[in-house]
């Protein structure tokens, strides 16, 4: 190889340095087989070899770059540079030439793209080197030029980058139809002028992919629509047609491997499909080359790829490269489809653990909604009727996604419905709802080594409230950061002062603290996941619920959870309002007895008063009657004073009697020679649910009936 060398080494043109002279050494004495050498490097070298003079016309070539360009070497001596090679960008290379020739810096290996004879013929790549020629005085003579044709290594090299650069943007998201765009945007980057990408239903739902070859009717679904230089996507891509048996897309799909068609013309196939269309508008296409996404026998989708009039051809490695991506994108396509299928079970799993129809609540307007999350989350929200017209409003949330979060969220909504059946205090409940998240914990770190559930912590946040209309209050506690906003009937914010509560689930061993507040009629009361409250704060929420005001207690709900929809990547967005509503100011009735003898007829008579002033039938007098005389005894019997009696009329008749001993009432069958003993069981009977609810200071037996109104009132 020739190089700027010092005089005393480098070979120089002879000192006439007429063309068509060969190269001379500057020591006479070797010149015969110096002279040999260079006869032998022009005349056996396989790459192109020329020297150049002053003016960068051709002086000597061999016979291998003659070949090059499919002309006898004669012709080529004594052209310009430009000439030799019907250069891409000539200007670019000459002035290349002349640096070398000005500062001497030679250049390696430099990527030079030229035409072979026709200059309309394919494209071809050459890598050049370039070395300054010097006299022994110093004078510069003309520049050496190595020439190699790296065309297959430029094309193979395009592949591999192309490859990599599949694997490198495609796969990254579990979403089919960004799966799609991104191979689109690669393709067009190198190996097409334009693609289409279309996919198959089971992609989108999660289904089992269909076998080739394709039953009848089964549409391809348009996912992304790229040409070379344009925006990511352009295009009006989402067309749905079953494929054209005469097209290449039907041939490739017959024959289940890729197929490279010449177009002629604009057929009438090109145009059934708007994704196609838009695709190729405003160009001539020349060639497709239509390859499938093929996996276990199953069609998961296809690569329409285009290029256009001017553009060469596909050739077999591009086939084979494309093959090899197909194989690659098929293997994404199948996980996002897996992970569909997962998230639609997981899903579906925790909207069957939601309520499924709207909850009654006495004296409370409830209206409850949440965001579909882009993996399934372990949010909740209930409303549990509570003893004495009181109503539980529940918001929580499992941390973590998947299906196995959305089983835990089932495990613990229905814990917490059996602990409020417990009529429990709510930072009691918290309390037992931890122990309980904490058992569950416990059971996933025994899970085989090989399982990984077994790596995932189980933790969650609660909030629970319980409402009572009779009283007018509102008694929280919480777990973790659920949020929880107080709206006035004026529309001011109210004050909660909630403390936070440890995260169920975690070692923290911090008490629960449970507020009691004051709940006016009128009042909004809104509850929500830890995302939707991070995302929006007390006051936005508050401004929203507001503005909403004059809407319905539902509206207020969607607008709000639309205004929240950016917290949806944050974790479960679930929002639970209500409205106080409360009830009539002679719902409710309660006495104190004294706890002898005479209280069950003095309990009875009382309530037979009161039921006579509500309008309830004589059915229910009696029944009521029995009731309540039965657990004034028990309290005459058993129980400690104060005696307390009170009658709640709402959706329901409530009964509660309380005392002041703490010891809990056993229903117990009693023996047919027993004289006593039925009193619970009588009470048990007669009521549709009733219980036993423990105050600091003794306890509470209610009894319900849902009770039907007389039509002769007294």
Known sequence: ??????????PVLSRKGEPGDRVGPVNRAQEPAEGLTLEALFSQSPQGLHIFD???RLVRINPATAAMRGRDARELVGLPLREVFALEDPDSVEALARSVLEDGRPVLERRVRAFLDPPTAAVRTY??????LRSPAGAVLGLAATVVDVTELVVAEAGSQALDAVRARVGVSLDAVEICRELAEVLTGGMADAVVVEIVDALMTGDDPPLLPLPPFVALHGAAVQRRGADTGSGPFGSSHPPDATSPVGLALAQGRPVTVTLAGEPAWLHASADHAAAVRGEVPATVLVVPFLLRGTLLGLASLYR??????????????????????ALCLDNSRRYTREHA??????????????????????AQGHLATPSASGGWYDVIPLSSARTALVIGEVDGSGIHTSATMGQLRTALRCLASLDLQPDELLARLDETTRQLAAERRALPAADPLR??????NCLYAVYDPVSGTLTAARAGHPGLVLVSRDGTLAEVDLPDGPTLGTS???????????????????????ALFASLGPQALHAHLVAAGGRPLREQCD???????????????????????????????DWNLEPDERAPAQARSLVRTQLGRWGLSEEAVYATELVVSELVTNVVRYGEPPCRLRLIHADRLSVEVSDGEASSPHLRHARTTDEGGRGLYIVSQLADRWGVRFAAQGKTVWVEQHVAVGTDPP
């Open 508 to 530: 923290e061993t911090a008490p629960f603290a449970a507020t009691r507040m004051p709940v006016p009629d009128g009042t909004v009361l809104a509850l929500t996941t830890p």
């Open 54 to 56: 002053a003016g960068l």
């Open 345 to 366: 079970v997981a899903a579906t799993v925790q909207r069957r653990f939601l309520p499924q129809a709207p909850q009654a609540a006495v004296g409370l307007e409830t």
């Open 127 to 132: 890598s050049v080197s370039l070395f300054r």
């Open 308 to 329: 256009f009039e001017g553009s060469p051809s596909f050739t077999q490695e591009d086939t084979v490269l494309a093959a090899t991506v197909a194989d690659y994108v």
């Open 1 to 10: 190889m020739l190089r700027d060398a010092p005089p005393a080494t480098q």
């Open 455 to 460: 790596e995932q912590a189980l933790t969650a």
């Open 559 to 589: 607008q709000t959870l639309h205004a929240s929809a950016d917290a949806r990547h944050a974790g479960a967005v679930m929002l639970l309002l209500g409205r106080a509503i409360g009830l009539d100011l002679d719902a409710s009735a």
